[in-house]
């Protein structure tokens, strides 16, 4: 059975801390996107990170990619309340035509 | 210059109702989706369409009916709306199969 699997399902951090979001999945993929949704909004794209080792900045927060152990990283540097989100991974699956979306990450940062 | 916008935003409506949702994109993208979140903010993909071709129609009751009249628009239609239909539905849209997807505003459906 295709798995994407978010860890932790929810976070509530303090400012100024620094935490990983784990995306791993169970199937052969060589493409892997973050998104971000905030409360009541639709999702964004945050990086797509497209082959073995990528790893993709932007401001506080870091995505990386290792397709051999099928895990993707984002990891938040000195978080700010402003990132307080849902934090969404999705998988290309190699062989079909599917994007397979992870249940997401609620993130909430405390001022 | 919404890049995709959808219609009605929100709708409210009784069980045994058909409704529509609308769906159009301006990016010139040859891929568009529709997916369903639920109160749990899981995002599941419901349908899929390249050049106006269904390419992803997934574990969905066939109350739910897509319908993609060019390459710019997506539209779904529900028969016969149950409890359980009450969700946020997004439509995206991707250049290509499987690229990176830009979703609309969502729309809220409520089923009284």
């Known amino acids: 059975e295709l798995k994407v699997e978010q860890n932790p399902l929810f976070l509530s951090m303090q400012e100024g801390k620094n935490y990983t979001i784990y995306c791993n999945y169970s199937t052969t993929s060589d493409r892997l996107y973050w998104y971000r949704q905030d409360p009541g909004k639709s999702l964004e794209s945050l990086f797509v990170l497209l082959s073995n080792g990528a790893v993709k900045q932007e401001g506080r927060l870091m995505a990386s990619l290792d397709t051999k152990a099928r895990l993707s990283t984002l990891h938040i540097t000195a978080a700010v309340h402003d990132l307080s989100a849902t934090y969404f991974c999705?998988?290309?699956?190699?062989?079909?035509?599917?994007?397979?979306f992870g249940k997401g990450t609620r993130l909430h940062i405390l001022p | 210059d919404t890049a995709v916008s959808q219609t009605p935003k929100y709708l409210v409506t009784q069980m045994g109702n058909d409704k529509s949702i609308k769906c159009e994109q301006n990016?010139?993208?040859?891929?568009m989706y529709w997916y369903k979140q639920d109160s749990k903010k899981f995002l599941k993909i419901m349908f899929s369409y390249n050049n106006k071709e269904l390419i992803i129609n997934e574990t969905v009751p066939n109350r739910f009916s897509p319908k993609s009249p060019d390459k710019a628009h997506l539209n779904l239609h529900i028969n016969s709306l149950e409890l359980g239909d009450s969700a946020v539905y997004f439509c995206?849209?991707?250049?290509?199969?499987?690229?990176?997807?830009?979703f609309g505003p969502g729309t809220r459906l409520l089923v009284l």
């Open positions: 990016l010139g993208h040859d891929t």
């Open positions: 995206a849209s991707s250049r290509q199969l499987k690229e990176t997807q830009y």
């Open positions: 999705a998988v290309d699956i190699k062989m079909d035509d599917k994007i397979i």
